[in-house]
């Protein structure tokens, strides 16, 4: 019986899911990421707060478990996140720095997380998050003590600490052609002409039924994969207002298909991977008042019409 994983590669891509550390207690969850899936990222365990929870002190506990279960079942690892404005620990945001001493900090952080992990990770997810809806870049800590820069700098930091992983730019909302991924579109290209390290740009797909399905993706992944970067799906899951009804899985279920067909319809797209797979341990509950139902399988780790709707069009 073949599995969302053997499917992608069957292409040379990856199908992956996220995943969390409180989450290995779970056998019966742990079974299906371990089988199902070819590649995995960790949804917390390298953020910032978790790596360096106070200043030059690293922890990497929990991103080496997530780590070693990938390992053990021969799946890739798409490490997340070096630099983004959430989830910093407490010294970083309630601290006043110069920039040259937030420079500094910046260079260390990237290096050290970066080398831990040299050679053992598929990809970097080096900047999250960065522009605004309209484009602009994102007032962060970063970007108002570093300016613009600081992004090229990360780039050439990560590159220097493991040279093998694929470096990526990241972001939601830039599924569909627009001011937000036409800003990713224009930084990339000059990233590219000054020849900094760059060699991917993640779309999370973070998507919602009733804001519409993205028609422009399978052309928006397209131009980004013609400048010779490779592309991604980063975090796909499809929310819905719960109580789900079989009307709105159907829906969803096709939109899963059609953001799969799309990156199989474009060569440099190297995979999808879903935020978590499992309606049990999904974030979008916690965060959209109202939403959830979002992933493939449901609360009860049984495949929904979105996981056949993958399979078929795998
Ligand atoms: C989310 C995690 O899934 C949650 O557990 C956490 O509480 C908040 O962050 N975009 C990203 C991810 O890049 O890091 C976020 O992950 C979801 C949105």
Redesign the pocket.
């Known amino acids: 019986d073949t599995t969302l994983g053997r499917l992608a590669a069957d292409t040379h891509r990856y199908f992956g899911s996220?995943t969390?550390n409180p989450e290995f207690s779970d056998a019966a969850y742990l079974g299906i990421l371990g089988s199902e899936f070819n590649s995995t990222t960790a949804?917390?365990a390298l953020?910032w707060y978790a790596t360096e929870p106070q200043q030059g002190v690293f922890d990497f506990t929990q991103g080496d478990q997530v780590l070693d279960f990938a390992r053990r079942h021969h799946m890739s690892f798409r490490a997340?996140?070096l630099v983004?404005h959430?989830?910093l620990p407490d010294w970083l945001n309630n601290g006043t720095f110069t920039a040259d001493q937030l420079r500094a900090i910046l260079k260390k952080h990237i290096t050290t997380v970066a080398r831990h992990y040299k050679g053992k990770v598929y990809s970097w997810d080096v900047v999250?998050?960065a522009f605004n809806e309209d484009g602009t870049y994102r007032d962060t800590i970063f970007y108002r003590t570093l300016g613009p820069g600081y992004i090229a700098d990360a780039l050439r930091w990560a590159r220097e600490a493991d040279p093998h992983a694929k470096l990526y730019l990241?972001d939601?909302n830039i599924e569909a052609i627009g001011p937000k991924s036409d800003a990713y579109y224009a930084l990339v290209k000059s990233l590219r002409a000054q020849h900094v390290p760059i060699d991917g740009v993640g779309f999370?797909g973070?998507l919602a039924l009733q804001y519409g399905y993205p028609d422009t993706l399978e052309q928006n992944l397209r131009r980004f994969a013609d400048l010779g970067l490779d592309v991604a799906i980063t975090?796909l899951d499809i929310r819905m207002y719960v109580p789900a009804d079989a009307t709105k899985l159907a829906t969803q279920a096709d939109w899963y298909a059609r953001v799969t067909k799309a990156c199989l319809a474009v060569r440099r797209c190297v995979g999808i991977t879903v935020?978590d797979y499992t309606d049990k341990y999904s974030?979008i509950p916690?965060v959209f008042q109202g939403e959830g139902a979002a992933l493939p399988y449901d609360e009860n780790l049984q495949p929904k019409p979105a996981y056949t709707a993958i399979r078929d069009a795998l």
């Open positions: 996220a969390d949804g917390n953020k997340h996140t983004w959430n989830q999250n998050e990241n939601y999370q973070h975090e935020w974030w916690a």
